[in-house]
Each structure stands twice: as C-alpha cells, then as structure tokens.
C-alpha cells in the first residue's frame, strides 16, 4: 500500500452521513471510518459518505448483500454501492459492517485502476491484492462471499400436475399452469407423451 500513499484524489465536499444509509447509523458510521482510514492511510479522499465518488443505494435483493458497480459515461465514471435493505434488516447493522467495508474497497480499487498508470505492479483484480490489504487496513476478513442467512428475491408458487397414462407427478410454474387452463392440449408427457392434468393438493 506504501506505493499508493501521497497520491492526489482529494474532494472539498463536506463530510456528512449518505441519505441513504441514515436509517441504519452504524452503518453510517462504518462507511465514514473506512473512509478515513483511505483519507489517512493512502492520503485520498475517495467518499461515497458525501456523494463526492458515487451514490449509495439500497435497491438490492435476494442473496446478494452489497454490490459495487462503477459505469462508463462519456467522459466520467458513475458509481454505485448498493445493498440489500432485508438482509440488513434480518442479521442487523453490527454483523453488516464488513460487507460496507468489502463494497467500498472495490470502489477504492477501481479509482486506482482508472488511474493504473501512475502505479507500477499494482494488482487491480476484483479480489486481489490491493482489494485484501485495504480489508486488512479496515480491519475485516478479506472475504470474498458473505455467510449471512439469506433468501432468494421471490418465492415462486408451483403446480401439481400428473400425466393421465403412467401417472409421472410434475411441478408447473405459474405461466405454464395459466397456459394449461387455457389450452388443456398444451403440454404433454416427456415419458410416455399422455395428458398432463392438474392434480390439486
């Protein structure tokens, strides 16, 4: 990381807690301390906290826990950190800190890699080098995935169905089941090519 000290990444906007994290405060206060630990560490200020490098939102779901997207437009780069409000909810803020860690050295890494040419040999992969010893600096596990409970974004209600003929069992979805109520014909047997019949539980 000493190769990466006294670099030039400042931003003179006012450090306050992003909007959207103001109704998880530890998490606030997680993401201002990583930021410093960078701003006094490796002399950047790279912050999300005052939307200086990027928005925060809290858009995710499913299982994933957090997510740095940076894109390309035109000349500048957007970026995002996003996480997932319901597993904050579920394993609450003090288990979620390392994940706001995790997803901001991503951020950190990226500025560094827009910017590869003022460094030699640095290691910019996703979870390399750079990315471990920044976790390491914010005193986190360098942890590629997280081991929170998590469920997936939908639950899907299924169908039970079963041929006419030999009596196979099938789970249907939704929009084959809406199919099958219009148009009995529809689908068949994979096994013996009979009539499917809804067989209600």
Do not use: Q
């Not at 400042?10 to 994290?21: D, E, F, I, Q």
């Not at 914010?138 to 997280?146: N, Q, S, T, V």
């Not at 039970?160 to 929009?175: F, I």
């Amino acid at each position: 990381m000493s190769e990466l000290s006294g670099r030039s990444f400042r931003s003179t906007a006012p450090l306050h807690p992003c909007g959207a994290l103001d109704g998880f405060p530890a998490l606030s206060r997680e993401l201002l301390r990583v930021e410093g630990v960078v701003r006094s560490g490796i002399g950047a200020d790279l912050t999300f906290s005052d939307g200086a490098l990027g928005e925060i939102r809290l858009d995710l779901s499913g299982l994933r826990a957090g997510l740095f997207v940076a894109r390309r437009e035109e000349r500048s780069w957007k970026r995002f950190l996003r996480f997932n409000p319901s597993i904050i909810e579920r394993v609450g803020e003090e288990a979620f800190l390392p994940t706001v860690a995790h997803e901001y050295a991503h951020a950190v890494v990226h500025v560094f890699s827009v910017h590869r040419a003022r460094f030699s040999g640095g290691d910019f992969s996703s979870h390399g080098a750079l990315w471990r010893s920044l976790m390491e600096l914010f005193g986190h596990e360098p942890k590629r995935c997280h081991d929170y409970p998590a469920k997936p974004a939908r639950s899907v209600k299924t169908f039970r169905y079963r041929c006419r003929d030999c009596g196979k069992d099938y789970r249907l979805g939704p929009v084959r089941h809406g199919r099958l109520e219009k148009n009995p014909g529809y689908l068949v047997c994979g096994s013996c090519r009979g009539g499917i019949v809804h067989s209600p539980e």
